[in-house]
Nanobody, 127 residues
Framework: QVQLIESGGGLVQPGDSLSLSCAAS????????MAWFRQAPGMEREFVAS???????????NYADSVKGRFAISRNNAKNTVYLEMNSLRVEDTAIYYC?????????????????WGQGTEVTVSS
């Protein structure tokens, strides 16, 4: 059983940057598909970014169009941690951000494709 704990959320202004972390325990996250999702008030949970191992220490990344070029997902396998670097934040990025993991998701851009979830960390972008 994999446990995921997110951290790093907070209140920032439009244009600011913020880095989220997701610490995994109970298994080696290096072999898992790792992803970030977010959920704004009254909205469904939506895909943000994912990182999939394609061989050795090589990973492919995938992003939602709304964050492409602004957000970056990365891993530190030695620390069993996944990060989401968020730049040029916008008011519409305000949401609770969730870390997700799955050993072999067949639908990595959907919430249903992940077996393990963190409790979420809140990001508020406001002037």
């Amino acid at each position: 059983q994999v446990q995921l704990i997110e951290s790093g959320g907070g209140l920032v202004q439009p244009g600011d940057s913020l880095s989220l972390s997701c610490a995994a325990s109970g298994g080696s996250s290096s072999r898992y598909i790792m992803a970030w999702f977010r959920q704004a008030p009254g909205m469904e949970r939506e895909f943000v970014a994912s990182s999939t191992r394609i061989g050795g220490n090589v990973y492919s990344t995938n992003y939602a169009d709304s964050v492409k070029g602004r957000f970056a997902i990365s891993r530190n396998n030695a620390k069993n941690t996944v990060y989401l670097e968020m730049n040029s934040l916008r008011v519409e990025d305000t949401a609770i951000y969730y870390c997700a993991a799955d050993p072999a998701s067949i639908a990595p851009r959907t919430a249903e494709g992940y077996a393990y979830w963190g409790q979420g960390t809140e990001v508020t972008v406001s002037s």
